[in-house]
């Protein structure tokens, strides 16, 4: 297998899934899950191509994840903490908008952008792809909800988001953690297979990212560990070996469940990378 790692460009990986252990039978591709062995970086290789991933997205929007799934809306709440009522914002892979007119309702000064032209509506979302969408003014908030692991070329995509941002401006990701508890833990096998999803070119860890940051240059970084999922999400899995929509969040209980999870196992189902541009 002639691998070569994205990351570090080093040959040395090992597998841990094949296209049937992948989400969706890997929609029938000959792909696989690969850790390097050098840097630790998990990824799908070999990667998809343009015509595949055009193929693949043309459906994204009809799959289902599972029996019973219903698409909820998505509000990342904690969003205003980091940004100012006076900030100009963009939202990249905004999808149908849901924080953008959040953001909106509020006073934010955001706009939205995704590859998918079914969700523009000419106000909030409009439809570009990140490497396409010509940056007219510099923004003083750029911030990609769960997008980048689907981002092909992550150091040209990140380039650009730092060309974007004023001096001093701010950005922020949001992406799965390949260390999720259920994979790291419980080593949940129903989870594993779930967790290997098609549309992920990359599955990052705390190390990788900031691995892939410490490429970028002109940021002031940190990562943050944050657990969506709390105790019956998990006991779900251990139970039954399958997701569900409903989430319901137990007070206190699942507050120091996470704080556990993410303090004194250092695992997390999610990483929040923060990052402001140097003067």
Same mark, same amino acid.
């Given at each position: 297998?002639?691998?070569?790692? !994205?990351?570090?460009?080093? @040959?040395?990986?090992?597998?841990?899934?094949?296209?049937?252990?992948?989400?969706?039978g890997?929609?029938?591709?000959?792909?696989k899950?690969?850790?390097?062995? +050098?840097?630790?970086l998990?990824?799908?290789?070999?990667?998809?191509?343009?015509?595949?991933?055009?193929?693949?997205?043309?459906k994204?929007?009809?799959?289902? +994840?599972?029996?019973?799934?219903?698409?909820?809306?998505?509000?990342?709440r *904690?969003?205003?903490?980091?940004?100012?009522?006076?900030?100009?914002?963009?939202?990249i892979?905004?999808?149908?908008? +849901?924080n953008?007119?959040?953001?909106? #309702?509020?006073g934010?000064?955001?706009?939205?952008? +995704?590859?998918?032209?079914?969700?523009q509506?000419?106000?909030?979302v409009?439809? *570009?792809?990140?490497?396409?969408?010509?940056?007219?003014?510099?923004?003083d908030?750029?911030?990609?909800? @769960?997008?980048l692991?689907?981002?092909?070329e992550?150091?040209?995509?990140?380039?650009?988001?730092?060309?974007?941002?004023?001096?001093?401006?701010?950005?922020?990701?949001?992406?799965?953690n390949?260390e999720d508890?259920?994979?790291?833990?419980?080593?949940?096998?129903?989870?594993?297979?779930?967790?290997?999803?098609?549309?992920?070119? *990359?599955?990052?860890?705390?190390?990788t990212?900031?691995?892939?940051?410490?490429?970028?240059? #002109?940021?002031?970084?940190?990562?943050?560990?944050?657990?969506?999922?709390?105790?019956?999400?998990?006991?779900?899995?251990?139970?039954k #070996?399958?997701?569900? !929509?409903?989430?319901? @969040?137990?007070?206190?209980?699942?507050?120091?469940?996470?704080?556990?999870?993410?303090?004194?196992?250092?695992?997390?189902?999610t990483?929040?990378?923060?990052?402001?541009?140097?003067?």
């Amino acid at each position: 297998m002639s691998f070569k790692c !994205n990351l570090c460009e080093k @040959h040395n990986g090992k597998v841990l899934a094949n296209a049937d252990q992948i989400r969706f039978g890997c929609y029938g591709y000959d792909k696989k899950i690969i850790e390097c062995c +050098d840097c630790g970086l998990v990824q799908l290789y070999p990667q998809w191509t343009k015509k595949e991933l055009e193929d693949m997205y043309e459906k994204y929007s009809l799959k289902k +994840d599972f029996d019973g799934y219903k698409p909820v809306k998505t509000i990342t709440r *904690y969003l205003p903490t980091y940004i100012s009522k006076k900030d100009f914002v963009l939202e990249i892979g905004c999808g149908r908008g +849901d924080n953008v007119k959040w953001l909106k #309702g509020k006073g934010y000064d955001v706009i939205g952008i +995704d590859r998918d032209p079914s969700v523009q509506d000419y106000n909030n979302v409009l439809n *570009y792809e990140f490497e396409e969408f010509e940056i007219w003014k510099q923004f003083d908030f750029i911030y990609a909800i @769960h997008v980048l692991e689907h981002v092909e070329e992550p150091i040209s995509f990140l380039n650009k988001i730092v060309d974007g941002l004023a001096d001093g401006g701010k950005c922020l990701l949001e992406i799965p953690n390949v260390e999720d508890p259920l994979l790291t833990l419980y080593k949940n096998k129903a989870y594993e297979k779930f967790a290997w999803y098609p549309y992920h070119i *990359y599955c990052y860890s705390a190390k990788t990212i900031k691995d892939l940051m410490g490429k970028i240059e #002109g940021l002031d970084v940190k990562i943050i560990r944050k657990q969506r999922y709390g105790v019956l999400n998990h006991l779900r899995w251990l139970i039954k #070996g399958k997701p569900g !929509n409903i989430n319901f @969040h137990i007070p206190f209980i699942d507050d120091i469940y996470k704080i556990v999870l993410t303090k004194v196992f250092k695992v997390s189902d999610t990483l929040v990378v923060f990052a402001q541009k140097k003067y």
